[in-house]
Each structure stands twice: as structure tokens, then as C-alpha cells.
């Protein structure tokens, strides 16, 4: 059972679980207080918010957009990208806004989505739960530690919006070896919510100058048994659906295999946005609950 806060984190290394009771420290009790939440909320560099398990039917703003929060010394921090998570603000993310602690409660100020008051409860020892009194909704928050943070989970768990953040991706290379085959001409992609758009424009053509040739719809899947790989599909009106094993090299390249010509190709972002930077960047795209189907393959690319 969940307990409202999260007493003696620090001081004995786990969360309280017994049932909205004081928690006991040693041989006796300590208060509800400011001071102890907001030990809770810094004793992890990183909170990571699982999407996936939000439970009601409203939101928190900024909650659905970060993929990271964290609480410094007052100060409010997210990761809103997935491009730059662990280097921009040395892993924090960027200054969104102000946070107080009221007892069991964190009083945070969003630069952007104003004022928000969020009960705090333990899950277990390294997960809190986020709960907005007035959608009734909640959001598990797991935390970690910069030096243990599992940066590739990240890009892996949430690679839809990583292939979004860019306006578009180039053609960088192409291996030598591999059978020629029709997508060997396309040379930009992009991606959105639920279509993708591809071009033949020369490599080297700015974003803002290039014509896309053809709209339709691709699918990323997960793989049973593989955590690590992804499989996409782009539906051609001509080709098909062209199937490629995607594989993320960094934060601004990923690499597509074609199986059937063993065609290994890789894309560079361009056009990045980074998101609520210094009160200039558009607002994040608010994420939702995703699951991506599952393929039942084996990897191809060694």
C-alpha cells in the first residue's frame, strides 16, 4: 500500500509502506514536515516519468510532456527531449519553474502552465506517485541517479517521439555492399505523429527548401524478446511496406538495415527543436500512452 510521504527516505533508504502513518525512525517519530519532502524529491537526480502507467483521465501539463523531472534546491528541471537527455543542463534537462513543499505536498510554478499543487506518495523504494487532487490523476515517477540512468532505455522506450524531434532526416550513408533497390533514392525523411514523408531532393538541401515527394504511413514495433531493436515499416504506394531493422547510433543518428537488398543506410536529424528553452522554443508535444505492436523476428544485422 501506497504512503503519503515518504518519511525517512534518507535516513533508512526506503520509502515508508505502511498505511498513512507516521513513519518511525529509529526508536521513535518524526512530523509530517516541509523539510522531509523535499529531501524525498532530491534524493534522486532523476525522476522518470512512465507515461505508460498514468492512471485517470486528466493531465498535468508539463508532466505529460517530460520524460525526466527533477527537484534542485527549489528549482524545477525537465527533460522534454529525448535528443540531448543526459548533456543538456549536465543531465537535469532545462529550468522550467519553482517548487515549494507544503507537508505531503509539492507546490510547483511552471513557466508555462502556471501553478499546481501535487500530493506526494510512496510506491517503493524508488518510485513516488505524483497525484493532481483536482483531475484525480497520477503519474509514477521512478528515480535514478545521473551515473546509473539507463540513457538507450529511454531513446528505446520512447523512439516515436525521438524520430518526431527532428524536421527532417538526411542521408548520410550508404554501404557499399547491398543490392540496389528503390529506396537507395531517397535521401529524406520525415516523421510525424502518424504518417511519414520522404524526398529525393539532392543531399546537402536545406529543410526549409526541400519537396516531399510522397506521404504515407509507417509503423515502429517492438520485438519479442529484444529490447534493443525496433523494426520500422513505411508504406510505399509502390514499393509496398519497405521493412527495416532501426538501430539509434546517438542523439542525431539513427541507421535503418534493409534486409531484403542488406542495405545498411544511416540518417542525420536536422531542423532539431529543443523544447521551453528560455521561454523561446514552441511547447513540447504532450505524450499519451503508446504501445507499439510486437514482431515476432530475429535480428538480422550483426
Not at 9 to 15: A, K, N, T
Not at 114 to 140: K, Q
Not at 222 to 251: M, P, R, S, W
Not at 265 to 294: C, D, V
Request: some cysteine; glycine content about 8%.
Amino acid at each position: 500500500m501506497k504512503a503519503k510521504l515518504l518519511f525517512g527516505f534518507l535516513m533508512v533508504g526506503i520509502l515508508t509502506t505502511s498505511c498513512y502513518t507516521e513513519a518511525i525512525i529509529a526508536d521513535g517519530f518524526i512530523e509530517e514536515s516541509a523539510f522531509d519532502t523535499d529531501q524525498v524529491l532530491q534524493s534522486y537526480d532523476l525522476w522518470y516519468v512512465d507515461i505508460n502507467e498514468t492512471s485517470g483521465n486528466g493531465e498535468v501539463p508539463f508532466l505529460q510532456r517530460a520524460f525526466t523531472i527533477s527537484f534542485r534546491n527549489g528549482t524545477v528541471y525537465a527533460n522534454n527531449n529525448i535528443v540531448g537527455i543526459g548533456k543538456t543542463g549536465n543531465g537535469f534537462g532545462v529550468d522550467v519553474g519553482y517548487y515549494g513543499t507544503i507537508g505531503g505536498t509539492v507546490e510547483i510554478d511552471h513557466d508555462v502552465d502556471g501553478t499546481w499543487l501535487l500530493d506526494v506518495y510512496a510506491v517503493n523504494g524508488s518510485t513516488i506517485e505524483l497525484h493532481d487532487g483536482r483531475s484525480n490523476t497520477s503519474y509514477y515517477l521512478k528515480g535514478y541517479q545521473t551515473n546509473n540512468f539507463d540513457y538507450d532505455m529511454v531513446f528505446y522506450e520512447n523512439i516515436n517521439y525521438f524520430l518526431q524531434e527532428y524536421s527532417a532526416w538526411e542521408k548520410t550513408y550508404t554501404s557499399e555492399e547491398g543490392a540496389l533497390n528503390d529506396f537507395d533514392d531517397e535521401n529524406f525523411l520525415q516523421f510525424n505523429t502518424t504518417f511519414f514523408q520522404s524526398s529525393t531532393d539532392a543531399p546537402g538541401t536545406s529543410v526549409s527548401d526541400l519537396q516531399w515527394h510522397f506521404t504515407g504511413d509507417y509503423q515502429v514495433y517492438d520485438i519479442e524478446n529484444d529490447e534493443t531493436l525496433k523494426t520500422l515499416t513505411l508504406a510505399y504506394d509502390f514499393l509496398g511496406n519497405d521493412y527495416f531493422e532501426l538501430y539509434v547510433i546517438n542523439d542525431s543518428t539513427i541507421e535503418l538495415y534493409h534486409p531484403d537488398s542488406k542495405t545498411v543506410y544511416e540518417f542525420t536529424g536536422r531542423g532539431y527543436t529543443q523544447y521551453l528553452k528560455s521561454g523561446k522554443s514552441p511547447i513540447a508535444k504532450k505524450r499519451t500512452k503508446t504501445s507499439n505492436p510486437i514482431m515476432k523476428v530475429e535480428r538480422n544485422r550483426k
